[in-house]
C-alpha cells in the first residue's frame, strides 16, 4: 500500500476519532518492543506547543545532536509529522512503519492518531536518534504519559505573576539532571 492507502486506511480501523485511555496505545507500543534510551522531551500546553517544539529542534541540531520531531496536525503533507534531522521522513519509511503496526496491532482497534503515533515512534526507535521532541496533541491532560516527561500541569503555566515551575518539580529536574550528567547553567 502506499502512504496515502493507509492514511485511508487507518481513519477507519476505530469507530470513534477520539477514544480516551492510552491501555489499547500501550499494549501495542509493548507489542512493537517500543522504548527509548534517550532522552525524550515532551511538550505540552495549550498554546506555542509547535513553535517551542521546532525551537527545540533547530538548538539540538546545531549542537550536533542528531533528533527526531514528531508534530501534528500537518500542514500540507503527512511527513511533516515526522522529522529527522529536520528533513521530513520518506513515505517509503512511513509505509513501513504502519506496516509494523499493522502486525503487531494482536486485538486492539486504534484511532488515526494512536496508529499514526506508533508508527512514527517506531520510525524513531529504529533512527539511531540522540533525542525525541514529542509535541504532545492533546495538550494539558497529555498523551504520552509513558514517557518521563513533566508536562504543563506539572510545570505550572506560563502567565504574570505566576509560578513558572512549582519548587517540587525543581527537584525532579535536578536529580534527573545529575542522574544523567547535565551541566548546570546559573
Known amino acids: ?86 528533513n521530513s521522513v520518506s513515505e517509503d519509511l512511513l509505509t513501513q512503519a504502519f506496516e509494523e503496526v499493522e502486525r503487531h496491532l494482536g486485538s486492539a482497534t486504534l484511532t488515526y492518531f494512536e496508529f499514526s503515533t506508533l508508527a512514527i515512534l517506531w520510525v524513531f526507535s529504529q533512527s539511531n536518534l540522540d533525542v525525541i521532541v514529542l509535541e504532545d496533541t492533546l495538550g494539558r491532560h497529555g498523551v504520552t504519559d509513558h514517557h518521563r516527561s513533566i508536562r504543563s500541569h506539572d510545570a505550572g503555566f506560563l502567565q504574570n505573576n505566576a509560578l513558572a515551575i512549582r519548587p517540587q518539580v525543581v527537584h525532579v529536574v535536578q536529580v534527573h539532571a545529575r542522574d544523567h550528567g547535565a551541566v548546570r547553567i546559573h
Open 1 to 86: 500500500m502506499t502512504l496515502q492507502d493507509w492514511l485511508s486506511h487507518i481513519e477507519n480501523l476505530h469507530p470513534v476519532s477520539i477514544d480516551m485511555g492510552l491501555e489499547r496505545v500501550k499494549s501495542v507500543a509493548q507489542n512493537l518492543g517500543l522504548s527509548f534510551s534517550v532522552p525524550v522531551i515532551t511538550v505540552a500546553g495549550t498554546n506555542g506547543k509547535g513553535s517551542t517544539c521546532a525551537l527545540l529542534e533547530a538548538i539540538l541540531s546545531q549542537a550536533g545532536y542528531k533528533v527526531g520531531l514528531y508534530t501534528s496536525p500537518h500542514l500540507v503533507n503527512f511527513q511533516e509529522r515526522c522529522r529527522i534531522q529536520e
